[in-house]
């Protein structure tokens, strides 16, 4: 045989052998909601349904000691944890997805947007985030930076106080007119697919809407403005609307009070956002 042909036949072999395309399940992230913590009952059998419905790898993480962080850590120290966090597991170094619950996605969404050198977020699926702020809160005094969930109340008929004295949401909106941030909307719109579902019979999170970016129109109580309706959206402060036109955000409405979901609605809505893969030369 021609030895150049037994060259060529080697390299071939060789190059097949060591440059086959080879694909993997991109692993999620769960990031539970207010007053749990990942030890809980519930955290564990909801990482562990996600984990055994996708065949994905994933893990909750966790913030500080869980419950009483969740309640009484600034939401932006509690992003910067979780930034820090993220960058140092190794498992998520090539991109990951995000499930979050209530008001684990504003951490979900400081990871997005905030956080420097960070492997890519590729899908985020929001169960019940108060993505434009909740209008009313049990038990929340006054200026109480400290409380978690004060970093995203806003009241309509206050929203110069609220553009003043907020020290998480605005931010996170890109709501504050000198300060917006491009970066923030680059990493957001960066995102393959944005699932919003809201809860339909939801008592928490007031409005509901704003578990899809609807809320009220400042200065005001009323009307009620969907998604589409919003400043935030028209003018693309953090590229919603980029995303919806681009085919990429599912607006999605389920039945149930907070968190309240079906298995059926899980396996519809949630997993198929957990089983998309990574593909690389091996």
């Known amino acids: 045989m021609d030895k150049s042909f037994k060259r060529s036949a080697i390299f071939v072999t060789f190059t097949i052998f060591f440059f086959t395309p080879v694909s993997i399940s ?80 504003m951490v979900a969404r400081g990871l997005i947007e905030f956080c420097d050198d960070a492997p890519p977020v590729l899908n985020y699926v929001s169960l019940g985030g108060p993505h434009a702020g909740i209008s009313i809160i049990p038990k929340c005094p006054a200026g109480a930076d400290h409380i978690a969930p004060c970093g995203y109340i806003k009241l309509a008929t206050e929203i110069s106080e609220y553009m003043e004295h907020s020290k998480f949401l605005p931010k996170l909106n890109n709501e504050r007119p000198n300060e917006r941030n491009s970066t923030y909307k680059e990493r957001f719109t960066s995102l ?52 919806d036109d681009a085919g990429k955000v599912k607006f999605v409405g389920v039945p149930g009070d907070h968190l309240e979901m079906a298995h059926d609605d899980v396996v519809k809505y949630v997993v198929p956002y957990l089983q998309n893969q990574l593909s690389f030369s091996s």
């Not at 000691?65 to 140092?88: F, H, R, T, W």
């Not at 699932?195 to 200065?219: A, H, K």
């Not at 309706?229 to 953090?238: A, F, M, P, R, V």
Request: with cysteine; charged share 15%; proline share 6%.
């Open 192 to 243: 393959h697919n944005l699932v919003l579902v809201m809860f339909e019979g939801d008592t928490i999170v007031v409005p509901r809407e704003t578990c899809w970016f609807g809320f009220y129109p400042d200065g005001a109580t009323a009307p009620l403005l969907p998604p589409q309706k919003t400043k935030l959206y028209i003018e693309d402060w953090i590229g919603l609307k980029t995303l």
């Open 26 to 105: 991109v692993p999620f992230i769960h990031l539970h909601g207010i007053n749990d913590q990942c030890s809980s009952v519930e955290a564990r059998s909801f990482t562990q349904l996600l984990r055994n419905l996708s065949s994905s790898p994933g893990y909750c993480l966790e913030i500080g000691n869980g419950e009483k962080d969740s309640m009484y850590m600034p939401l932006m120290q509690q992003a910067s944890i979780a930034c820090e966090k993220v960058k140092q597991m190794k498992e998520l170094s090539q991109g990951y997805n995000i499930v979050a619950q209530s008001q684990g996605n």
